[in-house]
């Protein structure tokens, strides 16, 4: 994997021109007291080095002989025995494949060589005004040699612009980490389908979720997950996660795990009761429909906006069919009065974020999918109680979620393991 991520630096470097690039690891975050949080690196950091430990900073410097050097903790054997493993500069430049690497107490000091003479320096700007500030410092050291002949970067510019490009496209190994992210998360959903009941909390079903993640080798959800029962499905970023569920409740819920640095996402949306009945299952078929014209829709060659606007045709001829909205699909389209029921788009970029980094549109225009996207498809639907909805209808929340790989030929469905038909989850839900 090492040549992976030295091809990926290499990329960066040829995409610069003349300058240097300055990709800073997360830091360790205080949780309180003295317990941290989990620690969880940078994406872009990791994309292009593999390298997990905090206090890191990977330095590019480009031209015809282009350098790729890490500054990381030095070895303590005095802190491996409280904290655990580190590789310290040696090591890591072996074993991670950089040109050199030095100690992270040094980076400062070498910074200001490193920038001597480069056009431009790009980094994370505006992402943390600590490194904002610091990079401004160094720059103003280098300018203080002008005098004998150093030039100081004309120009700071952000280096995300072109990692967030490179990310947006995955390749095989991306892929396939992403499959297995999206398999044992399809697992998870499976296993809270067959374990609910009326009576039990909504944080039991999440508990049956993380279970399922860490036991398949994924410590951690990609995000906090929603388990959302009743009208709780209604509120979209829902996390309380503390109701008690009812035979009649429709259960939301919107969880994935994150596997070896990529994240999966799936909502799906079942009754607690294990039987889809009247006006519920009405407004379910509606968003599978929705949801299975959209992903029809996710193929190479169409817009990113082309799968949102399929399920929105869908959608609001069901609004209509249900007496919620008025007039016609195009009418309707143009005053936005489905937003009541409707107010979110039908998915974004998916890859070591949740919501993943890469441009929707390039040139005002939307940009066209291509082979190695991964992109979420999701339509909802979520009725509120209100004098013009009819009463069978209040408190329905649905939202339907699946991955989806963009391939030559068209799509794959990663989540597919996970039922979404009402005979599917019906069934499912009967088993013993």
Not at 38 to 67: C, K, W
Request: aromatic fraction near 8%; charge should be negative; glycine fraction near 8%.
């Amino acid at each position: 994997m090492s040549d992976t991520y030295a091809k990926r630096r290499l990329r960066l470097t040829q995409q610069m021109g003349s300058g240097i690039a300055i990709i800073p690891n997360a830091p360790e975050m205080r949780r309180n007291g003295d317990a941290d949080y989990p620690y969880r690196f940078d994406s872009s950091f990791y994309y292009l080095t593999g390298f997990p430990e905090p206090e890191s900073v990977l330095v590019l410097v480009s031209g015809d002989a282009p350098q790729s050097i890490l500054f990381c903790r030095e070895k303590d054997i005095e802190r491996e025995i409280w904290d655990g493993y580190r590789h310290g500069p040696e090591a890591a430049r072996e074993h991670f494949g950089f040109d050199s690497a030095h100690p992270i107490s040094e980076l400062d000091q070498q910074l200001a060589l490193l920038m001597e003479n480069q056009e431009a320096v790009y980094y994370p700007m505006g992402a943390d005004a600590g490194w904002d500030q610091r990079m401004l410092r160094l720059r103003e050291e280098v300018q203080k040699k002008t005098r004998s002949g150093v030039r100081a970067p004309d120009e700071m510019r952000d280096v995300r612009a072109l990692i967030n490009e490179m990310r947006l496209f995955k390749d095989a190994h991306e892929i396939a980490l992403m499959r297995r992210a999206a398999a044992i998360s399809a697992s998870a959903h499976r296993r809270a389908m067959q374990f609910v009941r009326a009576g039990a909390y909504e944080y039991e079903v999440e508990a049956e979720l993380l279970h399922e993640f860490c036991r398949n080798g994924a410590r951690h959800p990609a995000y906090t997950s929603i388990v959302a029962g009743g009208a709780n499905a209604c509120v979209l970023h829902y996390v309380a996660n503390d109701a008690k569920l009812k035979k009649s409740d429709l259960l939301l819920i919107d969880a994935g795990c994150e596997y070896r640095g990529y994240a999966s996402d799936i909502t799906r949306t079942f009754p607690v009761g294990g039987k889809f009945t009247g006006a519920k299952k009405d407004v379910y078929e509606i968003v599978l429909a929705a949801q299975l014209e959209a992903i029809r829709a996710a193929m190479p060659g169409n817009s990113w906006d082309d799968p949102h606007q399929a399920a929105l045709r869908v959608l609001i001829q069901g609004f209509m069919d249900l007496r919620l909205c008025k007039g016609t699909v195009d009418s309707i389209l143009e005053d936005g009065s489905y937003k009541k029921y409707y107010m979110h788009r039908t998915g974004h970029w998916l890859g070591m974020d949740v919501h993943d980094v890469g441009e929707y549109k390039s040139d005002e225009k939307w940009r066209s999918l291509e082979p190695g996207m991964v992109l979420t498809v999701e339509p909802g639907c979520y009725i509120r109680p209100a004098d013009d909805v009819p009463r069978a209808l209040w408190n329905i929340g649905i939202r339907i979620e699946d991955d989806v790989a963009i391939t030559g030929s068209g799509h794959e469905v990663l989540t597919d393991g996970a039922p979404k038909t009402v005979r599917d989850i019906e069934e499912l839900m009967g088993k013993p």
